[in-house]
């Protein structure tokens, strides 16, 4: 007699949730109709991003801080019953003359390494840094081409004009064939390249808009939300941008504004995007209000995900089951994300606690979950069985 | 001496008041750190700056340095100062 579909067990789809006030788990059922919550891991800490390593199937990591404590990466091996703080977190080198130099106020993203380097990890921080384990996550150190390039403070700008919040490293991608080729994403600086696995970099932005610079077609100074190589077809890149929806293929070196060809009264502003990892033509939006003074909210009140199927030249609006009107929130870079199931099932958390699930690509949403402080991540995971 | 701990870092110290000893501040929170792995850093950044919304009191008197000498008879108050909503 075959198992019920309603059981919820390792194996199945599961959300990391990171919030304002700690972290959560979302364990679904095997058809992804039931969800169980569990948690909160470490109320009241300030949780940034949560992942699970791809390659073991069990080692969490958690970036956190509190209103008061600084910054730190916690370690779990048993989904997040009991959490381990690493021993040497991210931290710059310290300057002379004493008190000169940058501190790690919180670690903004954390990402897997290749996967020909099981124990690997990096992670991005604010200020903008990058950061690198070869323990899983219990000692961290520099990543000295970039944290220490001379040319870093040009690109990221002066500390004083970080945008609020601070500047972030929020995005790192690993070219799937060779993991000495990375992409970094940075608000602000821009997208840089490595060939060298992180001992040199170039700035990667032409063709890219930044309408807040002097000098709009600058090399760098941009602000990309969120950068996504595809997994099947690494030489394709797109990335949400704060000033539009951008997609480029490698060899043309060059940004194409995709987001052009979204409905002119919704635009093409928002914080994450999301890749197929089986098509490359295929991607989803969030949009956010960006005109005026930028509510970045949903656009009239009206919260919908934003499908293309062909590469970003025709969008389609995805909002059955959302609020139809009166929806004012805002999902944030780290906060919408697919699994790797079939149908592809496509999870966004919002600014108002609530975490919306599609497990038909988008067709219908619905709520699974409501009242957690504000989301900053969810990470579509699957536990080692 | 006596540092007091906040409710922030009892999960290192599982104590509100720890027996200490030290030379200057610095050396005071060194000694915690070595006894409580990972404290000093929740509260002092990476270039020895006391981290923003921490405040560290020698018996009444705030301080803003771990250079400052202290003695035995020194009355250390670590507090987590007001942060936001």
Known sequence: MSKPKTAIKD??????????????????SDNREKWKLEGPFLLGAIVHNMILDPRDGHTLLMAASTGHLGPTIFRSNDQGHTWKEATRPPAFPKAEPEGTGEAVNHTFSLWPGHVD????????TSPVGLFRSEDSGETWDGVAGFNENPM??????????????????HSLQIDPRDPAHMYIGCSMGG???????GRS?????????????????????????????????PDVLYQQNHCGIYRMDREDGYWVRIGSNMPEDVGDIGFPIVLDPRDPQRVWVFPMDGTEIWPRTSPKGKPAVYVSTNGGKNWESLHKGLPARHGYFTVKRHAMNADRQAPLGIYFGTSAGQVWGSVD??????KLVDYLPEIYSIEPVVFAA | MNVMIPSQLRSYTHASRVECSGDTLGAVLDELDRRF??????????????????????NKEMTLGLHQPVTDADEIRIIGALSGG
């Open chain 1, 361 to 366: 690509e988008g067709k219908r949403w619905r």
């Open chain 1, 152 to 169: 870093r403070r040009t690109w990221i700008g002066p500390i004083e004009f970080a945008p609020p919040g601070g500047g972030g490293l």
């Open chain 1, 11 to 28: 194996g199945n789809v599961s959300l990391l949730v990171g919030t304002r006030k700690g972290g959560f788990l979302l364990r679904s």
């Open chain 1, 201 to 233: 970099w170039q700035p990667l932005n032409k063709g890219c808009e930044a309408d807040f610079l002097p000098d709009p077609e600058a090399d760098f100074g941009h602000d990309p939300h969120t950068l996504r190589i595809h997994p099947l077809y």
């Open chain 1, 117 to 124: 380097e099981p124990g690997v990890f990096y992670a991005g």
């Open chain 2, 37 to 58: 792995p990972g404290l000093r850093f929740r509260i002092i950044d990476e270039q020895d700056r006391i981290r923003q919304h921490i405040h560290i009191f020698i």
């Open chain 1, 191 to 197: 997208v840089f390249e490595s060939l060298d696995q």
